[in-house]
Nanobody, 123 residues
Framework: QVQLVESGGGSVQAGGFLRLSCLAS?????MGWFRHAPGKERERVAD???????TYAESVKGRFTISKDSANNTLYLQMNSPTPEDTAMYYC????????????????????WGQGTQVTVSS
């Protein structure tokens, strides 16, 4: 079983930066960040595999960076140059893909979720 706790959310101005953290009590093959804004569908922001491979939503490529620190079981999302469109509840998730599949095969592989941390970006 994996327990996830997000932190680091808050209010920031467009063009600023912040870093979200996710403390995990266990390990999984895939870790990811998702977000859900009112009136929008849940969106996968970024995934990272056990081998360090990453995938990003097109909307955040070049601005956000997903990383992990295995020593302290912490997942990070560095958010640079955020815009109001990035405003959402951000969730940390963990799971394992079927053999031979990448972490972005389907969100259904993420069986563990954190409680979420709110990110609000003002203009």
């Amino acid at each position: 079983q994996v327990q996830l706790v997000e932190s680091g959310g808050g209010s920031v101005q467009a063009g600023g930066f912040l870093r979200l953290s996710c403390l995990a009590s266990g390990n999984a093959d895939c870790m990811g960040w998702f977000r859900h804004a009112p009136g929008k569908e849940r969106e996968r922001v970024a995934d990272i595999g056990s081998d360090g491979s990453t995938t990003y939503a097109e909307s955040v490529k070049g601005r956000f960076t997903i990383s992990k620190d295995s020593a302290n079981n912490t997942l990070y999302l560095q958010m640079n140059s955020p815009t109001p469109e990035d405003t959402a509840m951000y969730y940390c998730a963990a799971g394992s893909p079927p053999p031979g599949h990448r972490c972005d095969v389907t969100p259904r592989i993420f069986g563990y979720w954190g409680q979420g941390t709110q990110v609000t970006v003002s203009s």
